[in-house]
């Protein structure tokens, strides 16, 4: 291929084919006359460096099967002593590193140019050029069309070489795949985030939970549970994925909700719709609700989620949070005392439910009635009159969310909740 690329005056674009097929320094100025962008010149450098490199580990090598054929496979030197190797792969990263550093003052024809940055922006210590190259890259703004391409290529290119056993260093595979997930989050893509969000090592679960917590209100319960369901096929603890994303997403809901301060409202008085914010904090149990593992968390969750409707006069929205937890939380029994404040709460919404069903119930009275029809509803009435009542007796005579008395935070939350 490199004989032909240096055969005499063949055409323009047959040439300049034949050159990127088989790059070399000797016909870098043909491949060069073709390079627009500055993203073309980039491509050129890299291709030439690692045409070359691979050339002179073949020659080391004394040459391939299509070069002298078995001959030269029966007769292959020794390996380089691992010193030698390292001196030679040193001085490679050197002149890889100086040649990609004069990139930063190429004159290019369409798109922006790269501006040159200082030597402090190209840590040899990290012994991996892909890191400086994207290091260079990153000057780019979001805006740029060519920007999630480039940030694309770099991202795969860090998985490969991780895939193959070549070492890249944790902090430079950080940065471009933090780039590359902020080019997915922008773009929609979050069927893709978890796959490379779990690329992150040590950093995975936190990152796929802060995207997760960004969603808000804007993915429904299946696309909830679809979500941890990524996270554990590319290898991510889902367990503290839901925990983290449930966390996160109570404290911004607590940020920007009224604090509970003055006489208790009234429950009884017609409230608003519920707010946006009241809503995400309502919804954030649904990520520790999915799967039995994280139960226990989700029943401390929901006790401090429904202490603070109850004090805030939320009740509907209190009542809603219970119906959606699942049935095992009654059967938690550890710790006692949130144990107990959660058997409390359900005691409080079946008596909730009885005085509803009077109310319904009384509604059903209409002004004409034959004798039979208003005997039978009155029976009823009475029935359920009794019930209520009971319920009401019992819960105003139980030990029913009485606070200890330490004063803290979930102390006076109980005591405005009684």
Known sequence: ?????SKSQPPDPERILYVALAPCPQKFSVLKSACRTWEDHLWAQISILCEEKQTAEMIKLGGGFWDGGLAVLENM?????????????EEWEREATSTLETLGSVHVEDGPRIPR?????????DKFVAGNIFTTCIGHSLTSSRYPTMTRFFAHLCLYLRMIDIPVPPL?????????????EAAGQRELIAMYAGALGDN???RYAMFLTSLELTADINERRLALTRAREHGLNVHRVAVVTAERTIDRAFELLPQMKGPPPS?????????DIELLLLRSIEWTTFEDGTYDTALEQATVILRYFLGAGRVSLAKNLVEMLPRELASID???????EYLHYRQFFTTWDSLDRVVECQSLEVSVMNRDTRAAWLSDYKGLMGQAYDAVVKLLTSDWMIPDETGDRRSRELTRVQ
Do not use: F
């Not at 291929?1 to 690329?5: D, E, N």
């Not at 030197?77 to 792969?89: G, K």
């Not at 430079?172 to 997915?184: D, K, P």
């Open 267 to 275: 429950v009884i008085a017609l409230r608003a719709t519920p707010s």
């Open 204 to 206: 995975a679960v936190e």
């Open 334 to 340: 550890q710790p006692e005392e949130r144990a107990t």
């Open 77 to 89: 030197p020794s390996p380089p002593s691992h010193e030698e190797d390292a001196a030679e792969e």
């Open 172 to 184: 430079v595979t950080q940065v471009i795949l933090e780039a590359y997930l902020q080019v997915l």
């Open 117 to 125: 940055l200082s030597a402090g922006h190209h840590p040899r210590s």
């Open 1 to 5: 291929m490199r004989k032909s690329s």
